[in-house]
């Protein structure tokens, strides 16, 4: 998959240049200096501007979840995604207080939804399969996936997409796909998803390590997500790479959108140029993940998060804003009349 390379030092340059130049001490602002940087060479410009940014949820069911891995019941998914729609999940509240515009697209959740504004139904089924019996999805339903990620961006405007998931079971996938990507031991890649305890944990890494031995052989990107799925995951993936072939800023919340990003890295690395990776999440193997995202991929927050559905995306946008605002409207030693450092 060919998404170009950003890598433009002169632009880069400039735009440090133009930082540095602003009044305050050099370096003062921190990560929110390195943020305006990528912000710039993202969108090519010395004066990026976010324009009609998107929360994009994706939501599916797992059929690995008849496990017993996750510490709630598979229906809180199509329960959560009618909470989406009526406005009251943590997601829909902070889209909302930030003025975000919400779709939130039905990927292959055990659900009939009512037809409504802001719900997207690309539906391939009512879940995956189950993965410790054969392939989540078949090779057919992986392509699908990836084709409606990049059809639902392609249709929507704007130059941000922020990125979320909904699906109960969905931690194990993502484990599951950064052991297979990374090489790292699956018990570093597992932990307690939506709140498994001691034990809970331990159980989900014994499922989780005999669908690793069925499917010991999926080490390529595609392979790795058709065997374990999820279809959100896999749709999220088709929508990181549009969204990264039409340049723009792609906000990547916790351990189950980054779990995507790698996927989307491993056929395309330059992707993960484009990302800003809104916060560590405190499920166990998110540190891992980032690691392996590369050093573009330290995240802004650390606040404990572990929700997914885009909450830290949507926290961490106006971090995004500022970092803009700094960009085109701040006074530089210049224009302000104030006496730049002693030593320069
Ligand atoms: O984004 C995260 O870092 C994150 C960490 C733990 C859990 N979640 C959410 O919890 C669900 C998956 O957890 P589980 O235990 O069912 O695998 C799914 O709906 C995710 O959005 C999300
Ligand atoms: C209630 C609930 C809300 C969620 N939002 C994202 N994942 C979730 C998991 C649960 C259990």
Known sequence: MNIPDLHDPALA??????IDRKTKPLGALGRLESLAVQLGL????ETPRLEQPQVLV??????LAARGVSAYPSDVTWQMVENFLAG???VSVLARQ???????VDCGVRHDFTPRPGLLVRKLGPGTADSSQGAAMTPAQCEQALANGRGVVRDLPGN??????MGIGNTSAASLLLAALTGQPLADCVGAGTGLDEAGVARKLAVLQEVQRRHAGAREPLQALAAFGGFEIATLVGAVLQAAGERRVIVVDGFISSAAALVAQALAPHVTQRCVFSHRSSESGHALMLRHLGSGASALLDLGLRLGEGSGAVLAWPLLQSACAILSEMASFESAGVSDRQDR
Request: proline residues 0%.
């Open 13 to 18: 340059q400039r735009l440090q240049h133009k």
């Open 42 to 45: 993202v969108l090519g410009t």
């Open 58 to 63: 994706c939501a599916g069911d797992h059929g």
């Open 88 to 90: 009251g999940a943590a």
């Open 98 to 104: 930030h003025g975000l515009a919400l779709t939130v």
């Open 160 to 165: 941000a997409l922020l990125l979320g998931e």
